[in-house]
Structures are given as C-alpha cells and as structure tokens.
C-alpha cells in the first residue's frame, strides 16, 4: 500500500554535502516506512534558509514555507536531532518554534491542520539523553496537533566523552534497527487508523 507518506526533517547541524549521523539514521527510518509501503523524503533543515520565529512566513526568502508545504502534505513527521550539551539541537528547537504557528491555523471544522498527522522523533548522540531530548521534542509536536505512536523514538547514543558517531560504526546496532522498526510500523498503523477516523470537529 502507498496511501501513507512521511517526512523526515534532519536536524544536524550540518549543511549538505558533510557526512551526518542525523541523515544515516533518519534515511534507515524512511527505508523502514518504504518497506512498509510508505513513501517519504528527507530534508536537511539547514540546507534551507529558515528563520527564526513563530509564524507560517517570516517573509524575506525564508525557507520554512516550503517544509511546512511538504509537512502539510505527508501523513507522519519524523523529527530527527542530535543532542548537544543533553539537549536538542537548536535547529530542532527552531521547527519546533515555527510549527507553534499551527495551533491558529485549522481546517473548515475547526481543527488544526497538523490534527490527523502523526510524528515521531529520533535522536543521536555520544552521550546519554537520548530520553530526555525526545520527551522534549514530543510535549512539542503533541501540542501543536501531532499524534505519537508507542514507542515513537529511535536512538542511538555513544560511550560518554568519546568521538566515535553514529555514521562510524560499522554496522547498524540491532537494538536501534529494532526500535527504528517499530517506530515505522506504529506511525504507519496509526496513521492509517487516524485517516479513516478523524478527530471530532469543534
């Protein structure tokens, strides 16, 4: 079945074409959806020009109309980050600011538009907090309109104090590529169910 999409917005804190653990494990969460039939795409959030706010268009080139275009249009968002000094990473902090502008904007019922979406989250990092960084990231997407799946995080996190990344190992940890499983098959089961019953109008 391909009725569902998703989008996955990588928030490293790297600019295209630098090598970056955010994209490796947010491009294994989209293979995990494509082989659960939904299609996808990810977007490197610094590649794009997006300003600081909390309106749908801060004017001026900025580059959030476009993400919020491709957000409004897929069914799942995953949100991936790494964490810095134990928290997300500020470009994460960025969406979730520009994302706020959702709770006033609604559909003919009343409801806002992110209502029937569901969002899931996934962290990397060479040190513990991973839970932390997506308890954060979740109380955001949740009150703006998103829906969490069970289990709607994968991660990663290194020994502390060491520099070895996500991108270096050599092989896919199986607890991550098990966590990363379930997230996708949880969204996608979710979001089906959310698009033959939506949310009561106001």
């Given at each position: 079945m391909t009725d569902l999409s998703c989008l996955v917005l990588s928030c490293t804190l790297k600019r295209s074409p630098a090598e970056s653990s955010s994209d490796l494990l947010g491009s294994q969460v989209l293979d995990a959806f494509r082989d659960l039939g939904v299609a996808g795409t990810i977007e490197r959030v610094v590649d794009h020009d997006v300003r600081f706010g909390v309106s749908t268009d801060e004017g001026d080139g900025?580059?959030?109309?476009?993400?919020?275009?491709?957000?409004?249009?897929?069914?799942?968002?995953?949100?991936?980050?790494?964490?810095?000094?134990?928290?997300?990473?500020?470009?994460?902090?960025?969406?979730l600011e520009r994302l706020d502008a959702e709770i006033s904007e609604t559909d003919d019922e009343g409801r806002p538009l992110t209502f029937g979406k569901v969002a899931a989250v996934g962290v990397v990092g060479n040190e513990d907090g991973a839970h932390h960084t997506s308890a954060e990231i979740f109380q955001g997407l949740n009150d703006v309109g998103f829906t969490l799946p069970a289990q709607a995080v994968t991660y990663w996190v290194g020994e502390a104090m060491q520099a070895v990344d996500y991108q270096d190992l050599d092989r896919t940890p199986e607890k991550t590529a098990g966590t990363t499983e379930v997230l996708a098959r949880n969204a996608t089961h979710l979001a089906r169910l959310l698009k033959q019953s939506a949310y009561p109008a106001e």
């Open positions: 900025d580059g959030w109309p476009m993400l919020r275009r491709k957000m409004l249009d897929a069914d799942i968002l995953v949100l991936v980050t790494p964490i810095w000094m134990g928290q997300p990473a500020s470009v994460a902090k960025v969406v």
